[in-house]
């Protein structure tokens, strides 16, 4: 059975003690003993709830929405937050948004050659406004 005693360290804060017949004597602050009865901090529980929130909210855009999109969509659902709290949380949970591949260009234009020759032989200006026109049956 373990028996404490109570004493006071040199900044005035009760310490307790324990009798040679606990374990080791290191003393343990109040302060320690109170915050160890404590549930989770309200900050903790907020940490939680926006998690759960953002790997709902990933999940649902199938794993494409980076931090910024699920940003409207918490704003949208009433959180006051800021975007780089949501980097943050995504970074903890592991969570990446899908960027989209860069743009490249498949057609190699070679400018030396030449435009095609008019094959129907058109006739772009006749020098009067309003007389040439064109059309396209698709």
Not at 103 to 112: K, S
């Amino acid at each position: 059975m373990r028996t404490r005693s109570v004493r006071t360290d040199a900044r005035g804060e009760e310490q307790f003690q324990h009798r040679p017949d606990g374990p080791p004597a290191r003393g343990v602050s109040l302060g320690f003993l109170r915050l160890a009865g404590r549930g989770p901090s309200a900050r903790a529980l907020r940490t939680e709830r926006i998690e759960a929130k953002i790997a709902w909210f990933h999940g649902e855009s199938d794993e494409v929405s980076g931090a910024p999109r699920i940003l409207v969509d918490l704003r949208e659902d009433g959180e006051v937050i800021s975007r780089k709290t949501v980097a943050k949380a995504m970074r903890h949970l592991g969570l990446r948004g899908v960027c989209p591949k860069r743009w490249r260009t498949t057609t190699v234009i070679d400018h030396a050659d030449a435009y095609p020759a008019d094959a129907v032989a058109r006739i772009w200006d006749t020098g009067t406004l309003n007389r040439v026109w064109v059309g396209d049956i698709t």
